[in-house]
């Protein structure tokens, strides 16, 4: 019989069984190519959520500045924790704001820019996102499988060159996922060696011949090292953790800890009586990261103070707790509806595939091959309950399931099974054997120098490669790619007085620009001069953000308000400026608008590339091109260059325009109504 720390080295010792080619310096490189897309940075808009509700949220606590804080940290009905935005965002702009007094004392260099305000972040849930990396290689390392295949698969997905350095609450939760996986496998599989253990010595007890051989046999078995309750504490932090920064992580939490409750149940040294004890430690160990949140946010948003804790005036109204608000908020279908309501297939059919392309069409193929075992009553065909490919296998259709039932879904929801995706199905894209468990290494070893003399790729890590570059490219550099560098430009043209005093910006069929990487002065905020004179700065920029209003409506608002600021500005000899940002689809329609009304005057005065609206994409002229490019003649030249000519002109198409709006006649207000 071995000591407890030799079991638990020799849990800590499994060696991959599937040797190949393939040097781990691929993997290196990617994860530095993850890096370099955090530094360069990637212009990509993904969700305005990467913003409002971390970026948007923190600056204002960091930076005496206005922001535009999100409904959902609304103080009187707030769902979203702020101890994790604190911590995302918080941090690094702690960071940032000592370093920028040394860095402009020093170097002259001024951190307090868009690039900074954003790099800062990102850099620090870059660097947090390597955890599910690492999480990831050490399940391969503990269960005897390929890591190096898998750790290539997944730090090539653009899930991870994209999302995974964004400020979004869905990369931490992925994060969370991976250190749920990695913790409850752990488990599973240290507490596997001792059950087995335990019960070959229960075995050896009741069969012993005498008093001394059951003697013997009990004090080995006592030496046992203790498994039932491994790590539940953290598993138990982790989840809190997760339900506060989104309730909705109950969905990526269950099957790990479900797996975690049930390890070693059928078996002579672990039944319903242990179970039962780890639910309730479970819950135990849980409250203490239940109560911190709650305090945190309880002060936070002002439900409590110290003076009522002084006075003891404390009741059940002084607390908050954010995910039960959440999940008050998401239980009504009418609120459900202004962010948009999808169909219930939506996650399994469209997102996976988009998401996880090759990997997601595998992982649905072999869950519905599944289906179709168990119907048939074939339930050698499935996972073991208490293996590791059981584990991830309910890790990767449980939260699509869970999440299905609400009829709001977006592919960022479901970020957090790539690790169980790519540890199930990234063999398979090479064409060598898939996840075996430990017993079944001998086997992989019979077939490895078959697999490992295979270098070329395959069909399908083709296609995986491909896709995973034009999303990368897509989602990272040109989905409303422009708003970014149109931030950056307002922002240094704010700088420039006092040759500008006021700015005006309409935006239409964007998304919504991040205020706070503007540093705008604090309007809302009364200072007090040497005199002890009080006084509140002057706003002096005005955003109107209109959605996707028809550009008729917004040339009718921008008159208005071009006739407002004429009289309110020119009349005094103050200097202004009013610009329209919108995409370059939407300008043939503006300027037709403009022609026929003579409203007002414009320049074009940036382009920002690439910008891609998906809500106006130009379908038609694309799609014509193609089509007369189909249908040219072998020997004709003039009509193919024409022909391509148009195709460039279509593929500049994908540009935010930034217009600069003067006055034109001056009785504008007789014709506005003419719209």
Request: aromatic letters at 14%.
């Amino acid at each position: 019989m071995h000591s407890k720390n030799e079991y638990r080295r020799s849990i800590d010792e499994y060696r991959p069984a599937i040797p190949i080619r393939r040097k781990i310096g691929i993997y290196w490189f990617l994860a530095g190519l993850r890096i370099i897309l955090t530094l360069i940075p990637q212009t990509g808009y993904i969700h305005p959520d990467e913003y409002f509700q971390s970026i948007e949220v923190i600056s204002g606590d960091h930076f005496d500045i206005d922001i535009n804080k999100p409904w959902e940290y609304n103080s009187t009905f707030p769902i979203r924790t702020v101890f994790i935005p604190q911590m995302t965002v918080g941090v690094p702009y702690s960071i940032l704001k000592r370093l920028s007094q040394y860095m402009i004392f020093y170097f002259g260099i001024p951190l307090k820019t868009p690039y900074f305000l954003l790099l800062f972040p990102r850099l620090l849930i870059c660097g947090l996102s390597f955890v599910s990396d690492y999480c990831l290689y050490k399940i391969c390392y503990m269960y005897g499988q390929n890591y190096k295949i898998r750790l290539i698969t997944y730090a090539s997905s653009y899930v991870m060159l994209v999302y995974g350095t964004r400020t979004l609450s869905n990369t931490i939760e992925l994060i969370l996922t991976a250190l749920m996986l990695y913790y409850a496998s752990y488990c599973m599989a240290y507490s596997e060696k001792v059950v087995i253990q335990s019960d070959y010595l229960s075995d050896k007890y009741n069969k012993a011949r005498n008093g001394v051989e059951r003697v013997k046999y009990y004090k080995l078995k006592a030496s046992l090292p203790a498994h039932s309750l491994n790590h539940c504490f953290k598993i138990a932090t982790i989840t809190v953790i997760g339900l506060f920064n989104r309730p909705t992580f109950i969905a990526f939490a269950f099957a790990p800890i479900f797996f975690w409750l049930q390890r070693g149940l059928g078996s002579k040294s672990v039944g319903f009586g242990d179970f039962h004890i780890r639910i309730i430690t479970f819950v135990a160990c849980g409250i203490p990261a239940t109560v911190f949140f709650i305090l945190v946010d309880s002060f936070y948003f002002g439900y409590l103070t110290m003076a009522e804790i002084g006075n003891l005036d404390v009741s059940i109204n002084n607390f908050v707790v954010t995910p039960l608000n959440f999940l008050k908020y998401n239980a009504n279908t009418k609120n459900l509806q202004s962010h948009g309501l999808h169909p219930h297939y939506l996650h399994f059919l469209v997102n996976v595939p988009l998401l996880f392309n090759v990997l997601g069409v595998i992982g649905l193929l072999t869950v519905g091959k599944m289906l179709h075992s168990g119907l048939k009553a074939q339930w050698l065909e499935l996972p073991r309950i208490q293996s590791v490919v059981g584990l991830m296998t309910a890790s990767f259709v449980a939260p699509i399931a869970l999440l299905s039932i609400f009829p709001h879904q977006e592919p960022r929801f479901i970020i957090p099974i790539l690790l169980p995706l790519v540890f199930l199905y990234a063999p398979n894209m090479t064409q060598t054997s898939g996840v075996d468990t430990v017993s079944q290494i001998a086997k992989n070893n019979a077939h490895a120098n078959v697999y490992a003399t295979k270098n070329r790729f395959t069909r399908l890590q083709v296609i995986w490669i491909v896709c995973n570059i034009v999303l990368t490219i897509f989602y990272g550099f040109a989905h409303q790619g422009g708003v970014l560098a149109l931030t950056s430009r307002v922002a240094t043209e704010l700088k420039a007085k006092p040759d500008l005093t006021h700015l005006h910006l309409f935006t239409s069929h964007t998304y919504a620009i991040p205020t706070a990487l503007l540093h705008l002065r604090n309007t809302k905020r009364t200072y007090v001069s040497s005199g002890n004179h009080k006084y509140k700065l002057v706003k002096d920029f005005h955003l109107y953000e209109q959605g996707s209003r028809p550009i008729k409506d917004v040339c009718k608002i921008i008159a208005l308000k071009l006739g407002e600021c004429e009289h309110k500005y020119v009349t005094k000899s103050i200097p202004y400026r009013l610009y329209y940002a919108l995409p370059a689809t939407d300008m043939e329609e503006f300027i037709s608008i403009k022609n026929s009304t003579n409203l007002f005057n414009y320049h074009v005065v940036n382009r920002f590339y690439p910008h891609v609206t998906v809500e106006k994409l130009p379908f038609s002229q694309i799609t014509n091109n193609v089509y007369h490019l189909t249908n040219i003649d072998a020997f004709s030249v003039q009509p193919f260059i024409e022909t391509m000519d148009s195709l460039v002109k279509a593929f500049h198409q994908f540009e935010l325009l930034l217009i600069q709006i003067r006055g034109s006649v001056p009785n504008k207000q007789k014709n506005i109504y003419a719209l």
